[in-house]
C-alpha cells in the first residue's frame, strides 16, 4: 500500500488576536447558560416546557441551547437576549 505524496489539508490556524476573541466568546456564553441555569433554578423552572415558556422559544430548543457542549454561530445573542428577558445583568467579566 502507498501512501499519496500529498499530506492532508489541514484546518488554518487562527491568529493569536482571532483566538483571544473566539475565547472570549466561549467563555461569556459559558458563563451566561450558568447564569441563565441558576435564574431558572432559582424560580423553580425545572421542566423543559417552563423553561421554554420562560425564555419565550420551543421548550427542545430551550434545552439544547442551554446545554450543548459545541457552540454555534448566533449563540452569544439568543442567551444575551433570554438572559436579558430573565432580567439578568451582564455576565461578569474576569480580569486575570
Known amino acids: ?8 489539508p489541514s484546518k488554518p490556524k487562527l ?10 466568546e466561549r467563555l461569556k456564553i459559558i458563563r451566561l447558560r450558568i447564569l441563565i441555569g ?3 433554578s432559582e424560580r423553580g423552572l425545572t421542566t ?9 422559544i420551543p421548550a427542545g430548543e430551550a434545552l ?7 457552540r454555534r454561530e448566533g ?6 437576549a433570554v ?5 439578568i445583568p451582564d ?4 480580569t486575570r
Open 75 to 80: 449563540d452569544l445573542a439568543l442567551l444575551e
Open 91 to 94: 455576565a461578569p467579566v474576569s
Open 48 to 56: 423543559p416546557a417552563t423553561i421554554g415558556a420562560a425564555i419565550e
Open 15 to 24: 491568529t493569536a488576536e482571532a483566538r483571544r476573541a473566539y475565547d472570549a
Open 64 to 70: 439544547a441551547l442551554l446545554s450543548r457542549k459545541q
Open 38 to 40: 441558576r435564574a431558572l
Open 1 to 8: 500500500m502507498t501512501l499519496p505524496d500529498d499530506p492532508p
Open 83 to 87: 438572559a436579558s428577558r430573565l432580567g
